[in-house]
């Protein structure tokens, strides 16, 4: 059993829903992401989504995608965040699941790449420009070495497509909300609660909930359909505007904000 898999039967017996921040890696120096981490951990997130810096980003809207650029100007390498996941995450009590294009571990050599997220302390992967139906070989690499290979399921995916996704996800489900790219939105999918309704029919696998949430009352209203809430865009906007002049700010606005959000992450009595 992963560490991730441990983490969501807790959060069940307990009726809590988990919140994932998504951190790019090195933005804006990996001194920094370590820090925030570990913030973060303390603040109580359940698990952080670890983004890799690729140049070519899927369905990443222009907030996270000019956070990679910041991380990649400064010349961040693989080696290098998995090096600094190696060095904090012994301390930290949540998992890290990274966010990294599969062009990103096919170029850093497949098993390399997974026996180095294994040895850091990475608990999972979500790899999306990797199609399901071509995932097997990966999804088998990170079996042996118990990691979760984390599948993403959207509005428009095929029913046939999402059975099979179904059959095969580890870790938890990652629900996209929209059709369309990250960012902050005002309101959600009105037909958001009766998708996840559906997948949950379907499925036991915990399903987190992301894109276009970024308010406390948009999450506090997946209490009761979802299993996480993943926020992305609202946190690497308040590294973007702070970061660089007033770190120390720019840590404790994420933490805030974390906790306002946890607040409210609750499964409703039944």
């Not at 359940?46 to 810096?53: A, D, K, M, Q, T």
């Not at 090096?83 to 096919?106: G, H, T």
């Amino acid at each position: 059993m992963s560490a991730i898999d441990e983490l969501f039967r807790k959060l069940n017996k307990e009726q809590r829903v988990a919140f994932m921040p998504f951190v790019t890696a090195g933005d804006p120096n990996l001194e920094f992401t370590a820090d925030l981490l570990t913030a973060l951990d303390s603040a109580g997130c359940h698990l952080v989504e670890l983004g890799f810096p690729y140049s070519d980003p899927i369905a990443d809207g222009p907030v996270i995608q000019e956070s990679y650029t910041r991380a990649l100007k400064n010349h961040v390498r693989v080696h290098e965040i998995l090096e600094m996941v190696q060095r904090v995450s012994p301390s930290l009590s949540l998992p890290l699941v990274a966010m990294v294009s599969y062009a990103i571990i096919f170029r850093h050599g497949i098993e390399s790449f997974l026996d180095q997220s294994k040895a850091s302390g990475i608990s999972g992967l979500i790899v999306p420009d990797l199609p399901s139906d071509e995932s097997e070989v990966l999804r088998d690499l990170c079996d042996q070495r118990d990691l979760s290979l984390v599948p993403l399921i959207t509005p428009t995916t095929a029913p046939d497509r999402v059975a099979h996704i179904l059959e095969t996800a580890r870790g938890f489900i990652y629900y996209v909300s929209i059709a369309g790219i990250t960012g902050e939105r005002s309101e959600l999918p009105a037909e958001l609660a009766d998708n996840l309704r559906e997948l949950r029919r379907q499925t036991e696998t915990p399903i987190c909930v992301g894109f276009g949430i970024s308010h406390p009352k948009q999450a506090a209203m997946l209490t009761e359909v979802a299993d996480g809430v993943i926020v992305g865009s609202a946190i690497v906007r308040r590294i973007g505007e702070l970061a660089l002049s007033h770190r120390d700010s720019a840590i404790q606005s994420v933490v805030d904000f974390s906790k306002e959000m946890l607040s409210g992450l609750k499964k409703p009595e039944a």
